[in-house]
């Protein structure tokens, strides 16, 4: 399908809560995913999932999927009418997904949650003011940081030379490119040390995850419409990614715009590296490192070995485990939009999971996603911890020559 075809049929936009009354119908209010706090089962472990539970009032339509059901249901019944503060408790969530993994009647809660709020800013109530302000700025500079465009790229190593045309695409996201460089230089460093034949591009915007996220789906389309051209036009069979919203929000919602998947591979940048196995790990980094799953890369799109497996490979490095793994992974409370939102919310989120990381006796935390690491950053600052945080980029670049 041609891009200047896809708004027409676009698929993304009909994703109100309409579209989910059998999930809303199946949602029988049990409130497993709010109360089973304390439960050990089914994930093992005796802590929360909805990472709101410990730092908000607690109120039912907070935690958990449960009350955000029943908003979504008197909405579409008309029993009640959308408000601000219903909003607000709405945007309370980083669509992590927990509640999701934890629905025996297998609600899709985020999706809910998603199409919940795109009917909350189309009846006017929604969104909130920072996220307002991050759509405008997208839409004047192309990146929600207010960064001029032509600063997307000042990190790239002058005697990098990068052709128009190539095999593979290295799609760098607004944060690796303006807030944490160091993500996008290792990758380009890594891809360049095993000889891989790839581009950037230098007119790269942002894909529009937050407004996807956010309920701003026009704006995120516009986004979307204008990143397949681009790539397109390098002629790459595969794009690779430092950020998994980036790469969730081209697998998911992308494809649920076009109704069809993409012409070219998408893969995480740990996955690419991982499958195509060009790298000589010869320095040895002796350290003890555990590993947080991105909720993006882990429960939304289930890619939980590869990252493992891709730190697995350099010599002298421990992995040690959190209590928390794989589907039942706390999360870093940066996404969805609750960074720039609630960031006292944010902030506690992820020095719970900082301290959990502490807790496993390792030096080193890493992640696969800058999002996550901008705040366990963050959070280990604050809570003035020893812990170093990496992106697992970065922590393969020590391991590889010349890194
Ligand atoms: S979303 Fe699932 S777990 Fe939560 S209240 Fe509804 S049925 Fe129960
Ligand atoms: S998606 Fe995550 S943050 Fe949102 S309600 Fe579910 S468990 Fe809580």
Redesign the pocket.
Known sequence: MSVSQYVATSKSRELCIKAFEDYIS?????????EAIRSAEPFGYTRGICPFKDYTSGYTTIV???GK?LIARGLLYETIKPTPAMAEDVYLCTTCGA??Q??????D?VGVIEALRADLVKAGVAPLNIHREFAERIKKYYNPYAEPPEKRFTWVPPELKLPKKADVVYFVGCTSALRLPEIAESTVKLLDAAKVNFTIMPEEICCGSVMFRTGMREIGEDMAKRAIQMIEDTGASTVVFSCPGCYKTFVKDYQAILGEPLDYELKHISQYLLEIDELQFTKRVNARVTYHDPCHLGRHLEIFEPPREFIGQIPGLQLVEMERTKMGAFCCGAGGGVRGAFPGVSLDIAKERVREASATGGTMLASACPFCKINFRDAINELDATMQMYDVVELALKSVKGG
């Open positions: 199946w949602c029988k209010n049990c409130k497993f995913c709010r958990g999927a449960s059901m509640c999701k934890w629905c025996g009647a297998l609600v809660t």
